[in-house]
Every structure is written in C-alpha cells, then in structure tokens.
C-alpha cells in the first residue's frame, strides 16, 4: 500500500501556507480598488443623476463635497447657490433607496471608508448644475480608498462628468 508520509504532507502544507501568505497583498490591493472604483461609479451617477434632475425638472441642483462625503441639494436660485462657501437647501432623495442623497464615509453604501482629498470647482469644494444642465463652475473631486485615488471630473463647458481609470 502506498500513501504519503507525515514529513511529506507536512511539506506541502507548508508551501501551500506560503504561497497563500504571499498572495494576501494582492488581494488587499485589489479589494482596496474595487471599493475605489465602486465609490467613483457611485459618485459618477450620482452627479448624472443630480444633472438629469436639474434639466427634467427645470431645477438648480447643487453638489456640496465635504472630507467626509458629500451631498446633493435643490436650491431655490443661482444666487442662493454662489452665496457662501456652502450650500444650503434641500437634499434631494434617491429614486430608489428613498433615502437623502447625503453620502459619508461613516454611513452605508460604497462611500463607506472613502475620503475625498481635494474638490476644486473655481476655488470652492461646491458647484450647482442649472436648469440646462450646465455646471456653475468645472473642477473635479479627488477621492481616496485605502491608498487607491480617483478622480472626478465635470467639464465647464460641457457639464459631461467623467471619471478617471476604471471608474467609468
């Protein structure tokens, strides 16, 4: 009869132990740019969402980025929205959570654990979307997920909003 020994099996569960081991980093590294990737998609539709109310519903939708998220509002003129480092107004609703559109790195969903780094939109962390779907000021939102940064971007002159790698 024929079989392994005790050192033999022992051996390969050894190297069984360190090629798991040596595998760990890459997994985390990868899990860090899923969640990355899934926080800019979400961030991507929730701008587009927030454009597509602006023009279909003939409103100002103004998007408020702070370093623990950010939130999406309905504000009851241009002037309201341009008047102050923040926006005030109501928070919009998601269609299909129903649940405000306010997104922190503290609460639920793939924003959780996300930092955004910088928001620049003409010098402020801020911009509105009109009732033609164009965007007060361009910039972009740089966010952050275990060491893994994406950026999105809304042309001034388009209103397009993008985002950078594969968040699109």
Same mark, same amino acid.
């Given at each position: ?24 980093? &890459?997994?985390?590294?990868?899990? +860090?740019?899923?969640?990355? @990737? ?12 927030? #454009? ?23 504000? !009851? +003129?241009?002037?309201?929205?341009? @008047?102050? &480092?923040?926006?005030?107004? =109501? ?26 780094? =910088?928001?620049?939109?003409?010098? #402020? ?6 009732? !033609?779907?164009?965007?007060? +000021? ?5 966010? @952050? ?5 994406? !950026?999105? !971007? ?11 790698? @594969?968040?699109?």
């Amino acid at each position: 009869m024929r079989g392994f020994t005790l050192i033999e099996l022992v051996i390969v569960v050894l190297i069984v132990a360190v090629l798991a081991v040596a595998a760990m980093p &890459s997994f985390s590294v990868a899990a +860090s740019d899923m969640r990355a @990737d899934s926080a800019a998609r979400a961030m991507l539709g929730h701008l587009r969402y927030a #454009q597509s109310v602006a023009v279909s519903q003939n409103k100002i939708i103004a998007v408020q980025f702070e370093t623990g998220g950010y939130y999406i509002a309905e504000v !009851t +003129s241009m002037a309201t929205a341009l @008047d102050g &480092s923040k926006v005030g107004g =109501t928070v919009l609703t998601d269609p299909i959570s129903r649940l405000p559109m306010r997104f922190m790195n503290n609460g639920p969903g793939p924003f959780r654990g996300v930092t955004v780094v =910088t928001a620049n939109f003409g010098g #402020q962390a801020w911009f509105a979307f009109d009732p !033609t779907g164009a965007p007060s +000021s361009g910039g972009s939102v740089e966010i @952050d997920y275990g060491g893994r940064r994406r !950026t999105i !971007t809304v042309a001034v002159a388009t209103g397009r909003v993008t985002a950078t790698g @594969d968040a699109e």
